[in-house]
């Protein structure tokens, strides 16, 4: 039995609302981590009462961001294919993936309130697929099999760390920040360290 046309706006708008909030506190406390409740709802585009009705304090805003940048990775994951083509293909387009979460990552990167959650304490399963990319690539040539999974997954991430900070830092445009993540880490993973 499907449910009445009301329920189902209001639970869509609901959606919707809670991801406008959530999108409006990733651009405002990656400006300024100390921005109050008040600027992410005038960001969002809604008022206060609102936006303490989906988050009644700062510390539940700020496990659901966890949540819902957990959320955004998995789906940047999921767009890089990790089962086609050769693992250092597949690591590329990852790289390129996590690339335009930036605002986002830095975010989680620069706020330990937005990490705390249990789930940021643990491999997720973007985490442990990410170890079997390099693994696969071990096995496939086109990763050096002496590069620990771990390492090369910890070398990806403070690449892009690196490429994010590059354009904000130094004003370099993003495709080639970019361009410059990628090069490195096709380098760093190559076989041989060619």
Same mark, same amino acid.
């Given at each position: 039995?499907?449910?009445? $046309?009301? @329920?189902?706006?209001? /639970?869509?708008? $609901?959606?919707?609302?809670?991801? #406008? +909030? ?5 651009? @405002? ?7 109050? &409740?008040?600027? +992410?709802?005038? !960001? #969002? /585009? @809604?008022?206060? %009462? ?8 700062? /510390? ?6 966890? /949540?819902?940048?957990l959320d955004r990775v998995a789906g940047a994951t999921d767009q890089a294919r990790l089962t086609s083509g050769t693992a250092i293909e597949a690591m590329e387009r990852v790289c390129r993936e996590y690339f335009e979460l930036g605002e986002t990552l830095l975010l989680a990167f620069n706020d330990p309130q937005v990490t705390a959650g249990q789930q940021?304490?643990?491999? %997720? !399963?973007?985490? &442990?697929?990410?170890?079997?990319? @390099? *693994? ?6 086109? +990763? ?14 403070? &690449? &892009? ?7 904000? !830092? ?13 090069? %490195?880490?096709? *380098? ?7």
């Amino acid at each position: 039995m499907s449910q009445p $046309r009301s @329920v189902v706006d209001e /639970s869509g708008s $609901r959606a919707r609302t809670r991801r #406008a +909030i959530l999108d409006a506190a990733i651009a @405002v406390l990656s400006r300024d981590q100390s921005a109050s &409740l008040a600027e +992410i709802a005038v !960001e #969002a /585009s @809604v008022g206060r %009462t609102t936006l303490h009705r989906y988050f009644p304090e700062r /510390s539940d805003l700020m496990a659901a961001l966890g /949540s819902h940048i957990l959320d955004r990775v998995a789906g940047a994951t999921d767009q890089a294919r990790l089962t086609s083509g050769t693992a250092i293909e597949a690591m590329e387009r990852v790289c390129r993936e996590y690339f335009e979460l930036g605002e986002t990552l830095l975010l989680a990167f620069n706020d330990p309130q937005v990490t705390a959650g249990q789930q940021w304490q643990q491999d %997720t !399963e973007c985490d &442990l697929a990410l170890l079997d990319l @390099v *693994k696969r690539g071990h096995a496939d040539g086109t +990763i050096d099999p002496a590069m620990d999974p771990r390492w090369a997954r910890e070398t990806l991430w403070c &690449l &892009l760390y690196a490429a994010w900070q590059h354009t904000t !830092e130094n004003g370099v445009a993003r495709y080639d920040a970019l361009d410059l993540c990628v090069r %490195t880490l096709r *380098k760093a993973l190559a076989p041989g360290g060619r």
